[in-house]
T-cell receptor
Framework: GAVVSQHPSRVICKSGTSVKIECRSLDFQATTMFWYRQFPKQSLMLMATSNEGSKATYEQGVEKDKFLINHASLTLSTLTVTSAHPEDSSFYIC????????????FGPGTRLTVL | QKEVEQNSGPLSVPEGAIASLNCTYS??????FFWYRQYSGKSPELIMSIYSNGDKEDGRFTAQLNKASQYVSLLIRDSQPSDSATYLCAVGEGTYKYIFGTGTRLKVLA
């Protein structure tokens, strides 16, 4: 149990385009999903916390108009990187919390974004 | 600024030895602690969580927590080359968020 999927696994796009990344909890309902970004040889940095049916809470320094998060259902959250630039190239990983009684997070496989 | 610190390594141990990974955290009020393993190019996978002082064992892995010293560790017994990865310590903060350490790279030498 507690399987999280992400799509796509890898995307290459031109500068200025927008990219949407999907995060799905496959065998549970996720009340909370988290979006992280990881640059090479660095740790995971939390970008935002996403709760179903409400606006995401962004971490300090993360532009909410650039990184649009939608959590429309208990099994799906999306991250859209708008007007992507080369400095947005990174490994984007989502995670989900399985229930209201646990703070354990299960991670998706990640999406490698390369902006040319 | 709440911090989680780990030695970046690499920590090299021979196959079959015990690998000891350490993590310290700054927030004395932290209540939940997690160890994740991350292979290169992959996302983290949960090894174990620990909430109470003392040891928690799961197979070859033992997590140790000392809240008074603000210290959590992970022991890997009978280390295998397949254990070679980066081990991330995460500390729960606030509303179910984590603060991650920078990770310790472990190399198990065959």
């Amino acid at each position: 149990g507690a399987v999280v999927s992400q799509h796509p696994s890898r995307v290459i796009c031109k500068s200025g385009t927008s990219v949407k990344i999907e995060c799905r909890s496959l065998d549970f309902q996720a009340t909370t999903m988290f979006w992280y970004r990881q640059f090479p040889k660095q740790s995971l940095m939390l970008m935002a916390t996403s709760n179903e049916g409400s606006k995401a809470t962004y971490e300090q320094g993360v532009e909410k108009d650039k990184f649009l998060i939608n959590h429309a259902s208990l099994t799906l959250s999306t991250l859209t990187v708008t007007s992507a630039h080369p400095e947005d190239s990174s490994f984007y990983i989502c995670s989900a919390r399985t229930s209201a009684n646990t703070d354990t997070q299960y991670f998706g496989p990640g999406t490698r974004l390369t902006v040319l | 600024q709440k911090e989680v610190e780990q030695n970046s390594g690499p920590l090299s141990v021979p196959e079959g030895a015990i690998a000891s990974l350490n993590c310290t955290y700054s927030d004395r009020g932290s209540q939940s602690f997690f160890w994740y393993r991350q292979y290169s190019g992959k996302s983290p996978e949960l090894i174990m969580s620990i909430y109470s002082n003392g040891d928690k064992e799961d197979g070859r892995f033992t997590a140790q927590l000392n809240k008074a010293s603000q210290y959590v560790s992970l022991l890997i017994r009978d280390s295998q080359p397949s254990d070679s990865a980066t081990y991330l310590c995460a500390v729960g903060e606030g509303t179910y968020k984590y603060i991650f350490g920078t990770g310790t790279r472990l190399k198990v030498l065959a």
